[in-house]
């Protein structure tokens, strides 16, 4: 399969834990985004990279958020200190510039 | 900031009805997309929109992107079982930009 993939596909935590979320975008895709969804909302942008820099982040990724694409092939998405509020499925997808995304599965998030 | 105003929020249809819904914005985007998201599983784009006036078919799908650039609509016709799922609507104001979603509309079809 050669689509965009994500790991782990559910994970449940406590609160107060980190989390790491994995994402490995289509081959040569050199940009790779991050959103969150919550339950009965569209998803919502949280931050973008291209190659290994990231070039936007939204005020949704709050300090407790770090995103890293080291060598500009996968990316983690890293939660500190998580809350309730956090729960939620976070979705990622990847591009080549100025054509369209391809979404992952997504990671969905309890935290309890 | 930019929103998307997804309608109806939900449907219930019988099988083989046309379906359509809409899309509308406050400011204008220069792409329209729409997406299929089943449950569990991440969106799967349908149609791409890039010019006001357009109108682009997916076998049972159509979709237009509004004149005034602030609409788009996703029509389906002679609807099936695995066409339920949440549909959702989204811009982009240039080509390098991230998109956003509307809040999506929800097919049920009604055994």
């Known amino acids: 399969d050669t689509g965009v993939s994500q790991n782990p596909r559910h994970k449940i935590t406590k609160r107060g834990q980190n989390v790491t979320f994995r994402c490995d975008p289509i081959s040569e895709h050199n940009r790779l985004y991050w959103y969150r969804q919550t339950l009965g909302q569209g998803p919502e942008f949280l931050t973008y990279f291209q190659n290994e820099a990231q070039l936007e982040k939204s005020r949704l990724l709050s300090d407790r958020f770090s995103a890293e694409r080291p060598k500009g092939s996968f990316s983690t998405l890293e939660i500190q200190r998580t809350e309730q509020g956090d729960s939620a499925m976070y979705l990622c997808a990847s591009s080549l510039v100025r054509t369209e995304a391809f979404f992952g599965q997504g990671t969905r998030l309890t935290v309890v | ?111």
């Open chain 2, 1 to 111: 900031g930019q929103q998307l105003n997804q309608s109806p929020q939900s449907m219930f249809i019988q099988e083989g009805e046309d379906v359509s819904m809409n899309c509308t914005s406050s400011s204008i985007f220069n792409t329209w997309l729409w997406y299929k998201q089943d449950p569990g599983e991440g969106p799967v784009l349908l149609i791409a929109l890039y010019k006001a006036g357009e109108l682009t078919s997916n076998g049972r799908l159509t979709a237009q992107f509004g004149i005034t650039r602030k609409d788009s609509f996703l029509n389906i016709s002679a609807s099936i079982p695995s066409d339920v799922g949440i549909y959702f609507c989204a811009g982009r104001v240039d080509r390098d930009d991230k998109i956003i979603f509307g809040k999506g509309t929800r097919l049920h079809i009604l055994p």
